[in-house]
């Protein structure tokens, strides 16, 4: 261990759906973080909770020939600790308990319930120890699609007509939940409410095939979102926290299209197994009004919900020239392929340095109120 380095630990994996896709994007990061300014503590959470540490080797988590990597290896169970000079790792054996050295920064490279939702954020918090990301309430609001269209609402957006199905609303009354969802116009996107990377999700054509839909989506949440489909142009926009009092930074907007027919919406597979199934461009063909006014609707969304670090806000563009706020993702994809990153690299900050960034307005920012 060096002292004169940040240790930065790298958090990936975790309990949700979303940990193979977590665990590429940790893949990147590896590759990618400069070495000379940083040292490198890989730390997986497999699917059950469990936390080992493991070897510094990005190839063991990348993408390859379409198969999922996941993290099963638990021989090295470790614990992060605190006292009120450091956070340290702690390596827990049959021999007992070893002081792995201080951590100074965590990278939280998890995606969904468990990591991205405020839990994580909370534990860290308790931890006293500095993270890159959102804090705990906006990481929560931003992972569930119901109060995150609420917040947005409130901050005066336009939003798309949708119906929430609680789980007790569906155990008490599912007829009744149906009929709630009459009004919408079809197609609908039913959606597990706290659930992303588009797993659960299902597009819905007729009213028949709503019920079979929502248990889909249950398998993956109990609380659903059924959303009437916008017709538009997705257009997402990157996000990034200024240092100390700077404004917000905004990327330039890039436009998601599904390229395959055989992909009716940009689904899981679309994202991450399929690499010809979607178009990314950066920057979107759009004017120059358009290109300004969406950079502005970014840095509001990420602003109403006091987010910090990084956001990939997604938007529908209309015909009629109308921006409807989609979603915020406060943990978006990172692999270098990614939205966020390429969105960024076409704004002048490129991949190694974006994650310098990232890590620097972490160690800048203090633990607890702010």
């Known amino acids: 261990m060096t002292d004169n380095k940040p240790r930065v630990l790298l958090l990936f994996g975790g309990r949700s759906s979303e940990h193979s896709v977590s665990c590429v994007t940790a893949a990147g990061v590896m590759k990618a973080i400069d070495k000379d300014r940083f040292e490198i503590v890989p730390v997986g959470i497999t699917r059950q909770g469990q936390w080992t540490l493991l070897e510094e080797n990005p190839q063991d988590w990348a993408l390859n020939t379409g198969q999922l990597p996941e993290i099963t290896d638990v021989s090295h169970p470790v614990q992060l600790s605190s006292d009120p000079n450091k ?7 049959n021999a007992g308990v070893t002081d792995l050295g201080r951590i100074d920064v965590v990278f939280p490279l998890l995606h969904g319930p468990f990591g991205e939702d405020g839990s994580l954020q909370g534990m860290l918090e308790m931890a006293g120890v500095s993270y890159v990301g959102s804090g705990i309430a906006a990481s929560a609001i931003g ?3 119901h109060f995150m269209k609420v917040a947005f609402e409130s901050a005066g957006f336009n939003v798309g007509p949708y119906v929430v199905i609680t789980n007790k609303q569906w155990l008490r009354d599912s007829d009744e939940a149906l009929a709630r969802c009459e009004h919408l116009e079809f197609p609908l996107f039913v959606k597990p409410t706290r ?3 588009s797993v659960g999700i299902t597009k ?4 028949s095939e709503l019920r079979a839909a929502i248990e889909v989506a249950r398998a993956e949440d109990p609380k659903v979102i059924v959303e009437q489909g916008i017709v538009g142009r997705e257009i997402e926009c990157g996000v990034l926290e200024g240092r100390g009092a700077l404004h917000t930074r905004a990327s330039m907007p890039g436009e998601v299209a599904v390229a395959d027919s055989g992909h009716t919406f ?3 597979e679309a994202k991450y197994v399929d690499g010809t199934a979607s178009q990314l461009t950066c920057p979107a063909n759009l004017s120059d009004d358009a290109t300004a006014e969406i950079r502005e609707l970014a840095v509001k969304a990420f602003d109403a919900l006091d987010g910090e670090g990084l956001s990939r806000v997604d938007f529908f563009y209309t015909p009629d020239g109308e921006w409807i706020i989609n979603e915020i993702n406060t943990m978006p994809g990172f692999t270098p392929s990614s939205m966020y990153p390429q969105m960024w690299a ?3 900050i490129e991949y190694s340095a974006l994650i310098d960034e990232l890590i620097g307005l972490a160690l800048d920012r203090k633990i607890g109120l702010r």
């Open 87 to 93: 956070t340290s790792l702690l390596s827990l054996s």
């Open 143 to 145: 992972m569930d699609k």
């Open 195 to 197: 659930a992303g990377s």
């Open 204 to 207: 819905v054509e007729a009213l």
């Open 266 to 268: 940009y689904d899981f």
């Open 346 to 348: 076409k704004t002048g």
